[in-house]
């Protein structure tokens, strides 16, 4: 039997009426300098986002480097070792899933997922319900499915489905907006630049990064902002300022509801 199919076999079964699924963990790991050997062996689920620096990650005897957008699942039962040579920052969500009598005698292997941007929506998502909404384990959670199923079979079905941006204008977007950054930029800009009216622009946007043009330069410039903290000894004013957002409460606000803490918080958990 493929991966695929065990995989998809076991969604079915955990979207069934009589399972029951329970967040237990909802961590944001910040590592900033490069680490080896960090074993762990859970009887939890974990579903792990690489936001920035590339993770190596040793599951049994099987290795997988996880680079920033992308997304392991490793069920239970495995030894799991991390390692970076850089620092690294990533959202981890560690679940529990009880199928009850369902006839389901395995568990999926470990599945690596690249280029996954668009649900880096859903960990915060589940990281503010955890930490800041009172969630804690005994609920059925629906935002942790969506999220499952967002990474291994909605997204790719949707993408499949409806193609967005091309190979070469991703990279005209994506080249665009990380030199300019840290200048004022416009939806009508980026489509200008892709020969693109505004609104298909959007359309195609979406498709492709699962959010806005906007949504885009913001993430990009907090991206920027949380790599200036934990790299330089800049204050917060000036890494506002470099990264495009002259006002710093409004930078602070942003950058809470984008990390689910302030710029200084975030600093001071790298040890910095």
Excluded at 73 to 90: A, H, Q, T, V, Y
Excluded at 118 to 127: D, R
Excluded at 168 to 193: C, G, L, N
């Amino acid at each position: 039997m493929s991966q695929h199919r065990d995989l998809d076999q076991w969604l079915e079964a955990v979207n069934s009426p009589d399972s029951i699924v329970t967040l237990k963990r909802c961590v944001h790991a910040i590592w900033a300098k490069a680490i080896r050997g960090r074993r762990m062996f859970m009887d939890l689920h974990l579903v792990l986002y690489a936001q920035r620096g590339t993770l190596h990650a040793r599951v049994n005897n099987r290795e997988f480097e996880v680079p920033p957008g992308g997304i392991l699942w490793i069920p239970p039962g495995f030894e799991k070792e991390f390692r970076c040579e850089k620092p690294s920052s990533s959202l981890r969500v560690h679940f529990e899933v009880n199928l009850h009598d369902t006839p389901v005698l395995w568990w999926p292997e470990p599945v690596l997922r690249l280029d996954c941007m668009e649900a880096e929506f859903y960990f915060h998502k589940l990281y503010r319900l955890f930490h800041h909404e009172g969630l804690r384990s005994g609920y059925k959670l629906r935002a942790l499915l969506t999220l499952v199923s967002q990474v291994f079979d909605a997204g790719r079905e949707r993408r499949e489905r409806h193609p967005g941006l091309s190979l070469h204008q991703q990279h005209i977007v994506e080249d665009f907006i990380q030199t300019h950054y840290s200048q004022p930029i416009t939806s009508q800009e980026i489509a200008k630049r892709l020969n693109l009216t505004q609104d298909y622009t959007a359309r195609l946007f979406r498709r492709t990064y699962g959010c806005s043009p906007r949504e885009y330069i913001r993430n990009e410039r907090l991206r920027r902002a949380a790599e200036l903290l934990l790299e330089t000894e800049v204050n917060v004013d000036e890494v506002a300022r470099a990264v495009g957002i002259g006002n710093v409460g409004l930078f602070c606000r942003m950058f809470k509801k984008h990390f689910g803490m302030t710029p200084s918080e975030y600093r001071h958990r790298s040890g910095r």
